[in-house]
Structure formats: C-alpha cells, structure tokens
C-alpha cells in the first residue's frame, strides 16, 4: 500500500480529531446557553466521536507496521478491532441521548432553545458532512475498515445534527406561535437521531465481526479471482478460492489443476503468474497463495474401476 496514502488517512483522521474535540465543546455551550436537550445530547454524540476518531488514528498506526515474528500475517486485524470500539462507542451515545430525553420528558423539563442552538445545529451539519466526504474518500481508497466506519461515524452526527435542527426550529415556532405540542419537538427529533444512530453502529458491528472470524469474500469477488485466474496459461480448471480481509488488505488462497505431466519448476512458474495476476489485477489483494493439483479425468477413472470390479466379480 503506497505511504503517502497512509500519511494522508493518519493527517485527516488527526484533523478529524481535533475537529470532533472542538464541536463537542461548542455544542455542550451553544446547548447549555441555547437552552436545547437535543443539542446537549449531540454534545455527548461528538465527544463519542472523539474517542472513536482517538482510537481510529492510532489503529492506522499500528495496522501499517510490516508483519513480524509475533505477527506474521501483519497488523491488520487492528482496523476491525478499532471499528467495533467506534461501533460500540455510537450506541453509548444513542443510549446518552435517549436517557437524557426521556428524563427530560418525565420531568416536563423542555424549555425553548434560542437561536445559538440553532446556529451550533447548521454548523455542525457543514462540518460534519465535510469529514464524512473526505474521510470516506480516502477510507476507500486505502480501503480501511476503521477509516470508512469513522467516516459514517461523521455521517451519523451529521444526522444527528439534521435532527437536532428540526428539533430547536420546531420548539422555536412553537413558541413563537403558542403551540404547545411543538416543544416537544426537541425531544423528539433526538429520539429519532438515536435510532439512526443505532442503525448505523449495528452496520459497522456486524461488518468488524464478520472480518474478525474471516468471513469469506463476496461472491462477486471470488469470481473475479476465479476468471482472472482462468487467463493464466496452463490453469485447466479451478478448484477452489478461499479469500479473507486483514485490515486494508485481501488474501488469497486458490487451488488450481494442471496438466499432471507438467514439472515441478513448470507448476511453481505457473504459480508465480497466477500470484502476479491476482495482485495487479484486484483491489488490495496482498498475499496469494497458490495450491497447484494435478489434472485427472475423474470421471473416466470411476469407470474404469468399475469396469475392473464388475470382471472381477464376473470371474
């Protein structure tokens, strides 16, 4: 994986950081001052985020070191890791959120937000987007599990945000205009926020776990290793593909046939073009490893012993 590429996740995950810290603060002000539950618990969601980012930024650290005696197959598995920790890090602060409205709703504790809300709401929602976009874009790129789920990490406080927005401008009117079913708004918007934030921890849990016990690729993608395996000269046929996920990267393991006549130094050149293949060819594929099986005609063989045992019961 090229270094600069590396370099640019660590920078933007690091700017991520940074930026997560400065929100949480603005927003826990802007709804303490601006009066606003649901902007209070946004507060909580980006101080999650903080976290997660912390943990996203030193993973990228650790699954680009090179393997080693201890970890021969690399560091890879660092990245599904860190992409539970963000997982589980969202459904604390739906679980935050949902508390906080709840008591405040218990209590009839909802007093009308003030425009400094608002302000924090729209603010978050440009600056939120802004790092999903590029974050998800070089996430990727470097094809990096715990940059894409950081990534929706933004996405979901962006969301959160939307809903906050919807929330203080809703009891705001009410207000204005004496409806009192309006300020519930507040409430409710983060109520919804919650849920949105559920949905897309369970998403990156479910994902992280699967790469964790090496699920196997997708179909698309082992058809794809079958038919670029297939050009190479020599392949007759194709046994089997296994493949799974380390971090950033993709290994493979693939049994082909070929002629049984064939040397050994003519089965490892063979070998050698189907890892070179594979590795120019698809996205992120690291190591290969090539299984090389004599061509037989099965079929022909079964009739022939069954023409050996039904003489042989004849005589």
């Known amino acids: ?33 601006g009066s606003s539950k649901a902007m209070i618990a946004d507060a909580f969601h980006s101080g999650s985020d903080t976290f997660a980012t912390l ?8 699954s680009r070191k090179p393997a080693d005696e201890c970890h021969p197959y690399g560091h890879g598995k660092v990245e599904p890791l860190a992409a539970i920790f ?38 978050s929602i440009i600056v939120k987007e802004v790092m999903f976009r590029i974050t998800y874009r070089t996430g990727s790129e470097l094809n990096s599990e715990a940059m894409i789920a950081n990534a929706w990490d933004h996405r979901s406080d962006a969301y959160s945000s939307i809903g906050v927005l919807i929330g ?19 409430p409710l918007a983060g109520t919804v926020v919650a849920i949105l934030i559920i949905k897309i921890a369970v998403m990156i849990l479910i994902k992280a776990v699967g790469n964790l016990m090496d699920a ?34 993709v290994q493979i393991d693939i049994a082909v046939q070929v002629d049984a006549t064939k040397t050994v130094q003519e089965g490892h050149d063979i070998a050698d073009m189907i890892k070179e293949t594979l590795q120019h060819n698809s996205d992120h594929v690291s190591e290969v490893l090539v ?3 004599p061509h037989d ?17 004849t005589d």
Request: aromatic share 8%.
């Open 168 to 186: 203080i401008a809703g009891s705001m009117a009410g207000a204005y205009y004496g409806i009192a079913w309006l300020r519930f708004l507040d």
């Open 86 to 123: 963000v997982g589980l890090t969202l459904l604390a602060a739906a679980a935050l959120i949902g508390r906080d409205i709840i008591i405040s709703v218990l209590e009839n504790q909802i007093p009308t937000p003030s425009l400094i809300a608002l302000a924090a709401a729209v603010g």
């Open 291 to 293: 299984h090389i099986n």
């Open 55 to 62: 943990v996203v930024y030193i993973s990228l650290k650790i």
């Open 216 to 249: 196997s690729l997708s179909e698309e993608t082992i058809e794809h290793v079958k038919s670029l395996a297939h050009r190479v000269p020599g392949v007759i046929d194709i046994s089997w593909v296994r493949g799974r996920v380390v971090g950033p990267e």
């Open 1 to 33: 994986m090229k270094k600069h590429l590396y370099h640019r996740g660590e920078t933007i995950t690091f700017f991520c950081l940074l930026g997560n810290l400065a929100l949480s603060l603005l927003k826990g002000l802007a709804g303490y001052f």
């Open 297 to 313: 005609n099965l079929h022909l063989k079964n009739e022939q012993l069954s023409t050996i045992r039904g003489n042989y019961l």
